[in-house]
C-alpha cells in the first residue's frame, strides 16, 4: 500500500447525497483523503435505495462510495448538531448539497463553522449556486441542461431536443468543479492560512462547455443553430453516418488531411476541396457508406488516419481491449452484500490512488467510532 498519497491527512465530513457530491468525495478519497460521509438515521444516502442492489444497498451507491466511512448522525437534534461540529472542528475540508440556507438552518452553516474551525474549506454544491433569482428552485441535471442552452442545441431530424444520456451537470458541471475548487482553495489555504466557503453552481458552470457558441454569438457571427454549426451537424464533416449492417460510424475528418483520406477511402476523391457544408455532399457520403457493413468501411480506414469510430454500447466499450490495457477497469470495490465488481474509473492518476486492489463501500452508520470520547476511540470497524 503507498505510504503517503497527495491527499493523505485531509479530512473531509460530507454531507452530501445521490450523485455530484458524492463523486466530488470520491475523487478525494481516491487521492488518499479520509472521508466520512454523514447520513441519516436509518435509511442513509438516498443512492443507497436505488437500483439494481447487491445485497442491502445500490450498486451505484458503491461505485460512488468506495473507501469512505459512514456515520448515522440526525441533523435535526441537538445531538446530532453538536457531535458533528466536534467532527468539523477537526477536518479540513465540509462537502455539503443542500439548499441555500439549509445548512444555516440546521445550525451548521458556514459562518458557524469557521467559528470552531477558522482554516475550514466548505464546498456548497447546488444546481442554481447560492444567490440568484433561482437559487432555491428545485431542479435535476436535464433542467440544467435545458436552462444553460445546451440540450437546444442537440435536436433530433424531427426538430424535438434529444434526451442526453449522460449527466452532464451533476458530474462535469458539479463534482468535477468542486474538487477543481477545493484542491485551488487547499493550495490557497497554504498561502494565506485562511478557510473559505466555494459556491458550486452545476448550471452556471455548464456555459464552459458552449465555449466556441458563446464566442460565436457574442461576436455577432450568429447564435448557433442545431445540425447548422460545425459540431452540431452542420457539417459532412462531423457526421454519424449508418452503415449498410445497420451499424453507426461517427466520422470527424475535420482537418484537411483527415478529410482527403476519408473521401478517397470511400470512393470521392472529387470531394476532396469540399469544405462539407455544401448542398448533397453529406447526402452523397451517406449513400455510399450505406452500400456496406461497418467493417468493410473500418477495414479500408485502419491503414490511414480519418478520425472514424464505430458506434459501440457501453458493455462492448467496457470490454474494449484498450481500455483492458489501461486498466481502468482493474481496481474493485466490494459492495455490502459481499460481491466485489470493478470500480468506477475516475479521474485521479494511478499514481496517486491506493494500490490496494479492492476497497469496501461502507454499510450505513458502519464508523460510529467518530462520535466516541477521544479516550474511547479504537480503530474504525
Known amino acids: 500500500m503507498m505510504k503517503s498519497q497527495p491527499l493523505t491527512g485531509v479530512k473531509v465530513v460530507d454531507f452530501s447525497t445521490l450523485l455530484p457530491g458524492p463523486m466530488c468525495t470520491l475523487l478525494l478519497a481516491e487521492a488518499g483523503a479520509e472521508v466520512i460521509k454523514v447520513e441519516k438515521p436509518g435509511v442513509g444516502d438516498d443512492m443507497r435505495s436505488y437500483t439494481p442492489k447487491s445485497g442491502d444497498d445500490s450498486v451505484n451507491f458503491g461505485l460512488l462510495n468506495r473507501g469512505k466511512r459512514s456515520v448515522a448522525v440526525d441533523l435535526k437534534s441537538d445531538t446530532g448538531v453538536k457531535s458533528v461540529i466536534s467532527l468539523v472542528a477537526e477536518a ?8 441555500p440556507g439549509v445548512m444555516k438552518r440546521l445550525g451548521l452553516g458556514f459562518e458557524t463553522l469557521r467559528e470552531v474551525n477558522p482554516r475550514l474549506i466548505y464546498c456548497s454544491i447546488t444546481g442554481y449556486g447560492q444567490t440568484g433569482p433561482k437559487a432555491n428552485r428545485a431542479a435535476h441535471d436535464l433542467n440544467y441542461m435545458a436552462e444553460s442552452g445546451l440540450l437546444g442545441l442537440s435536436r433530433g431530424n424531427d426538430g424535438a431536443p434529444v434526451l442526453p444520456q449522460v449527466l452532464v451537470a451533476d458530474i462535469a458541471g458539479g463534482a468535477y468543479p468542486a474538487m477543481m475548487n477545493i484542491l485551488l482553495a487547499l493550495r490557497q489555504r497554504d498561502i494565506d492560512g485562511r478557510g473559505r466557503h466555494l459556491d458550486v453552481s452545476m448550471s452556471d458552470n455548464l456555459f464552459t462547455f458552449a465555449y466556441w457558441g458563446l464566442g460565436q454569438g457574442l461576436t455577432g457571427n450568429g447564435w448557433p443553430r442545431p445540425a447548422g454549426e460545425l459540431v452540431t451537424g452542420g457539417t459532412a464533416r462531423y457526421q454519424i453516418y449508418e452503415a449498410g449492417d445497420g451499424q453507426y460510424l461517427a466520422a470527424a475528418p475535420l482537418e484537411e488531411k483527415f478529410w482527403r483520406n476519408f473521401v478517397s477511402a470511400i470512393g470521392l476523391p472529387e470531394l476532396a476541396a469540399a469544405e462539407g457544408t455544401e448542398d448533397g455532399v453529406k447526402e452523397k457520403i451517406a449513400t455510399v457508406i450505406r452500400q456496406q457493413p461497418a467493417n468493410f468501411w473500418l477495414e479500408k480506414f485502419a491503414d490511414m488516419d480519418t478520425c472514424v469510430a464505430r458506434v459501440v454500447d457501453l458493455n462492448d466499450a467496457a470490454a474494449d481491449p484498450h481500455f483492458e490495457h489501461r486498466g ?31 476497497i469496501d463501500a461502507p454499510r450505513l452508520d458502519q464508523h460510529p467510532v467518530f462520535f466516541r470520547p477521544e479516550g474511547q476511540r479504537g480503530a474504525a470497524e
Do not use: H, M, W, Y
Request: net charge neutral; proline share 5%.
Open 92 to 99: 479540513d475540508i465540509v462537502v455539503e448539497q443542500f439548499r
Open 328 to 358: 481502468i477497469f482493474a481496481k474493485n470495490v466490494k459492495l455490502s452484500g459481499g460481491a466485489s465488481i470493478s470500480a468506477l474509473p475516475v479521474p485521479v492518476d494511478q499514481q496517486f490512488r491506493s494500490q490496494e486492489q479492492t
